[in-house]
């Protein structure tokens, strides 16, 4: 007769070998099982059923199931357990939670970094902008649950009353054009200005890359230091610089070479060091186009870069790469409204990193299938519906759970995915506007434990004499 501690030895053993098997059938080129049990990233090696595999393949079935609970997490592991023929574990979610916490940031950032090395190796010369590589970076939020520990981290906007917002964290991404991988980020609190959170995943970047950012972006100093990293910039021109085409020398309508000079002083946030390396003047293009669409008023463009050649680079290729810059926008809502990052559940600060840690995986694993799907399918990667792609995925499961993902299925599911193409719809416009009401609740105004209860809707309780 077996010990229970011989008992539990062998039954996390052929839990972790199967874990979620369906997320590894899908996933497991670009994640290898035994990645997430090298103790070299500080994971626990102590034998229990929620092991780091265990924990991180539940944790990611339950990003991949947007508004899912722990106790659905629980369950996906508790049904493998009974299709390995196994006892049942404690239908408590305390053991799988404490696991999540035990999961090392460093072992989930590295996971992240692997899935996005493999993605950009995929890449051929036909995925590029005129043969170089475009990295846009854009900045967005997320909400969290309104504790101190998130609240002294990241604070709510100032402009809510105390006990009345949610602590709110700015995220600055690093996104590739050719496969909208999400290539770094950097976490700050609202108050931080989008420019200073840029500089932190220049790591990421490469010789020879183009950056490609909106004006909040745009200054001397940032174009100065990506000039020195051999990166080149299309920023659109900072609201606060004004353009005169009849000065500098002219390479076209609307479309001249200008001298920018360095500030006479140094902003706050700017080291004497760095700002005693800028160099004292530089060339840089600035152009202007217009967006014509019929039924709204013209808008002019105006753009600054350091692709000073016309003839490699004219005015309409750059106006063209910089509607592109709207991918950006378009993966943030992949990943916050589809996905369901927009409202994080983290307690605690670095419960809430790790989850955005497994948000990022998560989506750089699909962005992984939708780039497979359209290398092997020959269609181009835009076409290609990010929902239709989660939508067939989670459709799929039971295959993946039956052991049934042969090499003809994997090709029939990539199939179906390359085909469930986006509808073409240039310059389309919609309000943001909500048709269906909501029920007429009351806002809460003040702290909850201050808030008087009110018996009926929109009827408040008159102050007692």
């Known amino acids: 007769m077996q010990s229970p501690s011989s008992c539990l ?20 080129n670009a994640i290898d099982p035994d990645f997430l049990d090298q103790p070299s990233h500080g994971a626990s090696v102590r034998e229990r059923v929620f092991t780091p595999r265990v924990a991180f393949w539940a944790f990611l079935s339950q990003i991949l199931t947007p508004g899912s609970s722990c106790r ?20 408590s979610t305390s053991a799988y939670c404490q696991a999540r916490c035990r999961l090392p940031q460093k072992l989930l950032h590295d996971l992240r970094q692997n899935v996005v090395e493999k993605l950009e190796k995929q890449i051929q010369p036909g995925d590029l902008w005129m043969k170089r590589h475009v990295k846009i970076v854009d900045a967005t939020s997320a909400s969290l649950p309104d504790t101190a520990k998130n609240q002294k981290q990241w604070p709510q906007p100032a402009e809510q009353k105390p006990g009345c917002g949610f602590p709110v964290v700015k995220i600055c991404a690093l996104f590739s054009l050719a496969t909208g991988a999400l290539i ?20 990421w970047l490469s010789d020879g890359d183009v950056i490609l950012a909106d004006r909040a972006f745009c200054s001397f100093a940032t174009i100065s230091s990506l000039l020195k990293r051999n990166v080149d910039s299309v920023f659109r021109l900072h609201q606060a610089r004004s353009v005169d085409f009849r000065k500098g020398k002219r390479l076209g309508k609307n479309d001249h070479l200008v001298r920018w000079k360095k500030p006479p002083q140094r902003t706050e946030t700017m080291s004497e060091k760095i700002f005693n390396s800028l160099p004292d003047e530089l060339w840089l293009r600035e152009i202007k186009f217009s967006i014509d669409i019929p039924g709204f008023r013209t808008r002019k463009v105006y753009l600054v870069t350091t692709l000073l050649n016309p003839k490699i680079y004219p005015l309409s290729s750059l106006a063209e790469l910089f509607r592109k810059r709207w ?14 990052m927009e409202h994080l559940r983290s307690q605690s600060p670095s419960m809430a990193l790790k989850e955005l840690t497994v948000f990022f995986i998560a989506y750089n694993l699909i962005r992984l299938i939708m780039f497979e799907a359209a290398r092997k399918n020959r269609v181009k990667l835009q076409s290609i519906s990010f929902k239709g792609t989660v939508d067939l995925l989670t459709s799929c499961a039971w295959l993946f759970r039956q052991h049934l ?28 506007a909500i048709k269906r009401r909501p029920k007429s609740c009351q806002y809460l105004t ?7 209860t009110i018996p009926h809707r929109e009827h408040y309780r008159k102050k007692s004499a």
């Open 9 to 28: 030895q062998h039954h996390a053993h052929k839990l972790s070998k199967a874990a979620l098997s369906e997320l590894i059938a899908l996933f497991g």
């Open 327 to 340: 991918n950006a926008e378009l993966n943030f809502r992949d990943i916050k409204t589809t996905m369901g």
């Open 184 to 203: 770094a980020n950097v976490q700050s609190h609202l108050n931080v200005y989008d420019g200073r959170l840029f500089p932190k995943p220049w790591k």
């Open 405 to 432: 993902l042969k090499k003809r299925l994997r090709s029939d599911l990539l199939r179906l995915i390359a085909y469930d193409a986006l509808p073409h719809r240039p310059d389309r416009s919609e309000p943001r």
């Open 446 to 452: 003040k702290p909850r434990r201050l808030m008087k």
């Open 72 to 91: 659905y997490a629980l369950l996906k592991v508790q049904s493998l357990i009974l299709s390995l023929k196994q006892s049942s574990i404690c239908s």
